[in-house]
């Protein structure tokens, strides 16, 4: 069945490198992926709008130079923390809409150190 | 007035009772609603999809939605402690808009 799937789902890295999560929808097109920040405890903030083929679109006050988003193809999105530093340490979901309601990948924690 | 309005709770029964969760929206356009489970550390796991007005059963769960009162429901029958989790609900316009609103969540603890 269809399934939203993230990889990795736990990445710990040192400030100042670059980070990459990708998002694959299985099982199904997506012409459009969404992505979440989430902190502890907290609702699920949305990042960008992934769109396959053209540039994503970015909620205010989330900087796109800072969070690359990359939908190459319509089975694949890629979010690409630059230069990460310990603040953006959170957990980051992906989303995607299948035919029968809008599917949730299982999350990338991302630790900063 | 929040586009989505759901009391987060935190909400306590006892292993077997009926849990009713809901939520109250005030824009007119939405279309799609889902109701959405996350467990702590999780990305949320779709539970129910219902388009425009009408009731839907899926096992234990049953989702009501009233757009005339703007208002819909998620109903846990013989609630388990494994039903303890975040609930969601969410909702989107019609057409090629797909973007989400959520309402803050419900935290919900099934006691045994």
């Known amino acids: 069945g269809a399934v939203v799937s993230q990889h990795p789902s736990r990445v710990i890295c040192k400030s100042g490198t670059s980070v990459k999560i990708e998002c694959r929808s299985l099982?199904?097109?997506?012409?459009?992926m969404f992505w979440y920040r989430q902190f502890p405890k907290k609702s699920l903030m949305l990042m960008a709008t992934s769109n396959e083929g053209s540039k994503a679109t970015y909620e205010q006050g989330v900087e796109k130079d800072k969070f690359l988003i990359n939908h190459a193809s319509l089975t694949l999105s890629t979010l690409t923390v630059t230069s990460a530093h310990p603040e953006d340490s959170s957990f980051y979901i992906c989303?995607?809409?299948?035919?029968?309601?809008?599917?949730f990948g299982p999350g990338t924690r991302l630790t900063v150190l | 007035q929040k586009e989505v309005e759901q009391d987060p709770g935190p909400l306590s029964v006892p292993e077997g009772a009926i849990v009713s969760l809901n939520c109250t929206y005030s824009?007119?356009?939405?279309?799609?609603f889902m109701w959405y489970r996350q467990y702590s550390r999780k990305g949320p796991e779709l539970l129910m999809y219902t388009y425009s007005s009408g009731n839907k059963e899926d096992g234990r769960f049953t989702a009501q939605v009233d757009k005339s009162s703007k208002y819909i429901s998620l109903f846990i029958r013989d609630s388990q402690p494994s039903d303890s989790a975040t609930y969601l609900c969410?909702?989107?316009?019609?057409?090629?808009?797909?973007?989400?609103?959520f309402g803050k969540g419900t935290l919900l603890t099934v006691n045994p």
């Open positions: 099982d199904f097109q997506a012409t459009t």
């Open positions: 989303s995607a809409r299948a035919r029968y309601g809008t599917l």
């Open positions: 824009n007119s356009a939405f279309q799609y």
């Open positions: 969410a909702m989107s316009p019609g057409g090629s808009n797909y973007k989400l609103t």
